[in-house]
């Protein structure tokens, strides 16, 4: 079903892979009549993105009622799925590479990331001080976008260790929803602080991705992968089909680049919301070494 072996690295100020026709076309075509089936879904975001998330009872239905999501499931949702897909990154970036300080030690199926709205004080009760002896879950969703969907830039949640997307649809390039990857327009060797969301002005594009059929694309959840989603313009063209999900610990991610190390620090707010939509930013460690 995944041709990951056509997975190649672009250049970019993190790890990404990426690949078309990954998925073939007939697949492709399954997922989307298996989604547009769906009489019911979880959650609408950002917009006009509908999800039906791991985890929820709508998406247990579901994948007992779709069997090519259900086979795409059962193949991502698996350790050693898991570790290929990190062998290919330690493959294509064997050098000034981010990593996690701790390893998963053990990749549980039947867990997935909480959506639930809570406050800040809420949220670090969630995940706890100990962040040592993670463990490692997939996280997944199955959506479809209307017209005026889009992504601010920003960094995923803290927890997160890589993120990947699947295109099931063709998109022209005018009418958006293309995935954009962008980087911190000031050059640094080092930088003191990665906000969650920084400013629009602050960054600059780096690549777009628009919508095709079959391709997917991976990339590390560092501190720095900034990324958004143009606005989407559903006029002449079919509705944003796609796959969304990451591979998460149980615990926030202590990222580790070169020698030095970022700790995640959760901006205090009385505010109930999403736990992905909670200001997160990462902190160097020792800010004595930072330039």
């Keep these: 079903m995944l041709k990951i072996n056509k997975l190649k690295k672009i250049k ?21 009549k298996e989604i547009s089936n769906s009489k019911n879904f979880d959650d609408m975001i950002m917009g006009g993105r509908s999800r039906i998330n791991k985890g929820s009872k709508n998406f247990n239905k579901y994948i007992l009622g779709s069997k090519i999501s259900k086979k795409l499931f059962t193949t991502f949702n698996t350790e050693s799925f898991y570790k290929k897909i990190d062998k290919k990154f330690k493959t ?22 909480l959506k639930r709205k809570v406050n800040s004080k809420e949220l670090e009760r969630l995940l706890g001080k100990n962040y040592k002896n993670p463990n490692l879950n997939l996280d997944i969703d199955f959506s479809v976008s209307k017209g005026g969907y889009r992504l601010r830039p920003h960094r995923d949640d803290i927890n997160r260790i890589y993120n990947f997307l699947i295109y099931l649809t063709d998109i022209p390039k005018k009418n958006g929803g293309s995935l954009t990857l962008y980087k911190k327009k000031a050059n640094k060797n080092l930088r003191k602080k990665f906000r969650r969301f920084p400013k629009i002005n602050e960054l600059s594009k780096v690549k777009e991705f628009p919508p095709k059929k079959g391709s997917i694309i991976f990339f590390k959840s560092t501190p720095n992968s900034y990324h958004g989603v143009t606005r989407f313009k559903e006029k002449n063209c079919p509705k944003r089909f796609f796959i969304y999900g990451s591979y998460a ?24 919301m999403l736990t992905s939509f909670h200001d997160s930013n990462y902190l160097l460690k020792s800010s004595n070494h930072a330039n």
Excluded: M, Q
């Design 249 to 272: 610990f149980n615990k926030p991610v202590i990222w580790k680049f070169k020698n030095f190390e970022y700790h995640p620090y959760i901006v205090a707010t009385k505010k109930r």
């Design 12 to 32: 970019s100020n993190f790890p990404v892979i990426v690949g078309e026709k990954i998925i073939s076309k007939s697949v492709c075509n399954s997922l989307i």
């Design 92 to 113: 294509e970036f064997k050098s000034n590479i981010w990593e996690s300080l701790f390893k998963p030690k053990i990749f549980n199926k039947k867990k997935y990331t």
